[in-house]
T-cell receptor, first 111, second 113 residues
Framework: GQQVMQIPQYQHVQEGEDFTTYCNSS?????IQWYKQRPGGHPVFLIQ?????EVKKQKRLTFQFGEAKKNSSLHITATQTTDVGTYFC???????????FGPGTSLSVIP | KAGVTQTPRYLIKTRGQQVTLSCSPI?????VSWYQQTPGQGLQFLFE???????NKGNFPGRFSGRQFSNSRSEMNVSTLELGDSALYLC????????????FGQGTRLTVV
């Protein structure tokens, strides 16, 4: 069945450093979504990527969808303590399949 | 607009008991999905409902069941609870089924002792 992998599992960065998490699927995706979950909180939707090679930016966050639509990345420039949390990618093969969440990347930011 | 509401927030049950969790989606949202979150397994998909019909089901035993009412509110039930069922159960609502943004509730923290 479809598998979604994320690397790294954990990342500790000094405040101000950049951070990147990668999401890889064993199958071609119809789209990919990214969520952020703060410690003790619930997942919050960040963005959805649909097109091959798509790049979207939200302030210091840059999201990319791979050309083959089998991988995606989230890059944070100049991390801040407010970026702490776990970042999940989520996808489905088609609009009618179940959603598969990646295992998440837990980001710690050292002030 | 009110967010997704899950009740109760916390629950302690003993092995063998059953439990029912409730989820009220955002007004106008017709799709509701349920997830189990544990430190070891991450976010695991349980089921997805749209217009009172189960659209998808995850790889969980038959002890886990759910339903959706005509007002889009949803419940999930777990029978014959096991210690391993201890988890955060999250409900998410979407305006429609398919590839749309999901809004999560705060979750119900279930502890089985």
């Amino acid at each position: 069945g479809q598998q979604v992998m994320q690397i790294p599992q954990y990342q500790h960065v000094q405040e101000g450093e950049d951070f990147t998490t990668y999401c890889n699927s064993s199958t071609t995706l119809s789209n990919i979504q990214w969520y952020k979950q703060r410690p003790g909180g619930h997942p919050v939707f960040l963005i959805q990527l649909v097109k091959s090679g798509e790049v979207k930016k939200q302030k210091r966050l840059t999201f990319q969808f791979g050309e083959a639509k089998k991988n995606s990345s989230l890059h944070i420039t100049a991390t801040q303590t407010t970026d702490v949390g776990t970042y999940f990618c989520a996808d489905r093969e088609t609009s009618y399949d179940k959603v598969i969440f990646g295992p998440g990347t837990s980001l710690s930011v050292i002030p | 607009k009110a967010g997704v509401t899950q009740t109760p927030r916390y629950l302690i049950k003993t092995r063998g008991q059953q439990v029912t969790l409730s989820c009220s989606p955002i007004s106008g949202h017709r799709s509701v999905s349920w997830y189990q979150q544990t430190p070891g397994q991450g976010l695991q998909f349980l089921f997805e409902y749209f217009s009172e019909t189960q659209r998808n089901k995850g790889n969980f035993p038959g002890r886990f069941s759910g339903r959706q009412f005509s007002n889009s509110r949803s419940e999930m039930n777990v029978s014959t609870l096991e210690l391993g069922d201890s988890a955060l159960y999250l409900c998410a609502s979407s305006f429609q089924e398919g590839n749309t943004e999901a809004f999560f509730g705060q979750g119900t923290r279930l502890t089985v002792v």
